[in-house]
């Protein structure tokens, strides 16, 4: 991967005076600038994903500015164009932001003024820049990498263990808590098995009455008991050749467990009310958000039963612990919202992103996906997390440590992932990294020994 220019100025000013000045005051503020007398010299450096923004006067000799902002729009709608425009011509510029210009400022300006509106706009530029990066990250993705999304180390790890187990036919034990997606493991653990053709069959345990568990997972025979008019297929059965994903095992009543026990020991079951016994051959997969062995530990789960399944695990980690991979999934969520609800797909700003990445989410991956549908339908403000539903008070009801409400604990956290997404993006360069963050080389080592970041990391 190519290391990420940073955003520089394209100044467009006829007057020379003005041009130096201007080119002298934004450089001295840290923007790298490029200068030229005419829309037709800078034309050529303009493109789609150019990564730019343009400062342009509106009287100009050949094409003015507000005359070249159509050709700028039709090349990428989301470059930031700020024009420059007399006391005379304000009118113009007005009705040029209406048409799509980012801002306008007017002669005379005072440093402080351009300077800021030139920063909001690299800021703009950059989040616009990263959110078409992930977009094209999302649609080159293939396979088990765009099911179970994420660039962390953790869900690297994740994705790998389905692959491998994914092969075999070994049953599985998913970890996780609400929301982490444990049922999409066990989908992307059939759909990348040579089971794959066969059926894939989700019971929750948790919403399983005891009278009718039994029936459920092993079917009856007509006339079993009142109200068997007729056999019924149980989920073994019908998963036979395929895979039953037993939800919220931890849940299932004891009774059952001793018989769920058996039938995974003979790979065979009967159902109630019949004396032949069915083989099946299916792979199970069950999903818990506890700790079976500290369950069966305290005798609320069948040691045996935990051993039986137990075969292999897979641990999901909660988002708070894989930050990193916040802007990927929200994008992700987005644009399926936007295609669902038919809707333009948003643009987060700097502060709306930063509030994602400080927020506990005590419901995971599936409250961030509920956010992003909220957000594609413009129920939520500014604040993305600060709405009904949506709180610090959601993550104490859930027993989920929430996230330090310190506003350096926050900016640690959002620091922390910017720079983790800047290293992986230049594979561990740390020199190129401290570029593109706009940052002294030793304030990045600083940095990285204070959150405990090791850049070796990310080197390919």
Request: proline fraction near 4%.
């Amino acid at each position: 991967m190519s290391e990420a220019p940073a955003i520089r100025v394209l100044l467009v000013e006829d007057d020379e005076d003005v041009r130096i000045s201007t080119t002298q005051l934004l450089t001295l503020a840290g923007f790298e600038v490029e200068s030229f007398a005419s829309v037709e010299r800078a034309r050529p450096h303009i493109g789609f994903g150019v990564p730019a923004i343009v400062i342009c006067d509106v009287r100009l000799p050949g094409i003015s500015g507000t005359e070249w902002l159509p050709e700028l729009r039709d090349t990428d709608a989301e470059l930031p164009v700020i024009l420059v425009t007399g006391h005379g011509h304000i009118a113009m510029a007005v009705q040029a932001m209406r048409e799509g210009a980012y801002d306008f400022i007017e002669k005379p300006f005072s440093a402080e003024r351009l300077v800021a509106i030139v920063r909001h706009a690299i800021e703009r530029r950059q989040l616009t820049l990263q959110v078409r990066a992930l977009r094209d990250a999302l649609e080159n993705w293939q396979g088990i990498q765009s099911v179970l999304i994420g660039r962390s180390a953790q869900m690297q790890q994740v994705r790998q263990t389905v692959k491998t187990l994914a092969e075999t036919s070994a049953d599985v034990l998913v970890y996780g808590e609400t929301g982490t997606g444990k049922e999409l493991v066990a989908r992307c653990l059939h759909d990348h098995s040579a089971r794959r053709r066969q059926h894939f069959v989700p019971l929750n345990c948790g919403g399983l009455p005891e009278a009718l568990a039994e029936s459920e997972l092993f079917g009856h025979e007509a006339g079993a008991f009142t109200g068997a008019n007729r056999v019924r297929i149980g989920k073994f059965e019908y998963a036979s050749g395929g895979t039953l994903f037993l939800d919220e095992v931890e849940s299932m009543p004891m009774a059952v467990q001793i018989k769920l026990l058996r039938a995974l020991q003979e790979r065979s079951i009967e159902r109630i009310g019949a004396n032949k016994t069915i083989p099946f051959d299916c792979r199970v997969v069950a999903a818990s958000k506890e700790d079976l062995k500290a369950m069966s530990d305290q005798q609320k789960f069948r040691a045996d039963l935990y051993y039986r399944l137990g075969v292999a695990f897979i641990e999901l980690p909660p988002l708070r612990e894989r930050r990193e991979d916040i802007p990927l999934l929200f994008e992700h969520f987005t644009l399926l919202a936007a295609t669902r609800y038919e809707r333009a797909a948003p643009l987060l700003t700097s502060a709306q992103l930063a509030d994602l990445m400080a927020y506990a989410w005590p419901g995971n991956v599936r409250e961030l996906r509920n956010v992003a549908d909220r957000f594609v339908l413009g129920l939520l403000g500014e604040r993305l997390t600060q709405t009904r539903g949506v709180g610090s008070s959601s993550a104490a009801a859930e027993g989920v440590p929430a996230l330090p409400s310190g506003l350096p604990q926050q900016v640690a956290s959002f620091e922390r992932a910017v720079i983790v997404e800047a290293l992986r993006k230049h594979r561990g360069d740390q020199p190129a990294t401290a570029t593109a963050l706009a940052i002294a080389r030793q304030t990045l080592h600083d940095k990285l020994r204070k959150l405990g970041i090791a850049a070796d990391e990310f080197k390919s």
